[in-house]
Nanobody, 120 residues
């Protein structure tokens, strides 16, 4: 079983910064990719940023130049540094891990979500 746990959300004023952290733990043979998604009220969940096992990153156009995804040394931890935050960044942020527990099939695992609120 794989567990994904996020931390670091909160309330910040527009223009401020927050750093989210996420760790995947449990029985993990390999992690193919980890990423951050967000869901605002009344909207669909959307990809914010992702990082593949080889280190390639992918960002939503709306956050390019403001958000940075990175990994810890153990590669089962990812961070999302969010700068120049805007009220439209307000959402529940979810960490996602695409991992294989045994070296066979890859599954998607989700964290419980962390609230980010940006006030104007």
């Amino acid at each position: 079983q794989v567990q994904v746990v996020e931390s670091g959300g909160g309330l910040v004023q527009a223009g401020g910064s927050l750093r989210l952290s996420c760790t995947a733990s449990g029985i993990i043979f390999s992690i193919n990719a980890m990423g951050w998604y967000r869901q605002a009220p009344g909207k669909q969940r959307e990809l914010v940023a992702a990082i593949a096992s080889g280190g390639r990153t992918n960002y939503a156009d709306s956050v390019k130049g403001r958000f940075t995804i990175s990994r810890g040394n153990a590669k089962n931890t990812v961070y999302l540094q969010m700068n120049s935050l805007k009220p439209e960044d307000t959402a529940v942020y979810y960490c996602n891990a695409k991992a294989s527990p045994t070296g066979g099939v890859t599954y998607e695992y989700w964290g419980q979500g962390t609230q980010v609120t940006v006030s104007s």
